[in-house]
């Protein structure tokens, strides 16, 4: 069900989401959090409201989605609720912010957050350049960005790393958490030798391949080279160098990849590019401080930028 609030109050929103609960509509008692999510581009507000649909359906919550539309338009606040089969399992409203209102998000979400419960922010586009200064941002636990979303990916990513407070998050982190887990789990195996170096190619413009660099260099301590790669989208390789023989990571389609390590066959692992719905429900599972992800940040200081020399893949 959908409801159209046109010219509306946060006060006559409230009123219309309480009349629902009422009829037994929504059921706000099953809520875990308020997911607040702000952006400009409100042609692309539908995707990111199925994203968080499908989050919702592990993670229960009310969705408020901030879209500020023209700041030289008569301020106006549009509404919308959306239940029932249009909401997954969260209620979702929509306001359209117009005129001075675009500039006030916050002061119209603070009526509609669900009492005793966190407040997650999330920019899927571009986002604030201190995400925990803004006033959405105050308002949140969490607050999650998206630097692979950015006009500049790579500069969006350095100002992550200057910005950074505790329970900042970005979802080029969630996307290599696959990566992260079969390296870790690869190190596990015999020969127990010491990594003594390591190395990332990838998009030239992927914070991904950046992030799973500033990790290796934090967590192992070793040189680290970021290379690049026209093989495809994304993080290409990874590999993790030790006296015995190379661990290598290649998946150069974004689907399948390649985990060749000594004294084992080549095994082929699922490695598919993670949906958006699927990062945005990992971020949702922690409310605390992600320190792993606050040290791959520092990490990125320790790497070092330039061409990687790989042996043949033939065959793999």
Sequence with gaps: MIIDLPATTTSQVNSKLVHLRE?????ALSRVLTLVIVTDDDARTEEVIDAANDASREHPCRVIMVARGAKKAANRLDAQIRVGGDAGASEVIVLRLYGQLADHGDSCVVPLLLPDAPVVAWWPYDAPAVPASDPIGRLAARRITDAA??????RALDARTKSYTQGDSDLAWARITHWRALLA?????????R???????????????????????????????????TEGEGIVSAELQRRSGSIELYRPDGRIGTLTQPGQPPRRVALARRPVAECIAEELRRLDADEIYSSALTGL???????VAHKSRSGS
């Design 185 to 193: 789990a690869a190190l596990d195996l015999p020969p127990y030798d």
């Design 149 to 154: 979303n950015d006009r500049n990916p790579l």
């Design 23 to 27: 009829q037994g509509g929504v059921n």
């Design 301 to 307: 200081s320790k790497v070092t930028r330039g061409r």
């Design 195 to 229: 990594v003594t170096g390591a190395s990332v190619v990838g998009d030239p413009n992927s914070p991904s391949a950046d992030l799973l660099a500033g990790w290796l260099a934090a967590r192992l301590k070793v040189p680290v080279r970021r290379g690049k790669s």
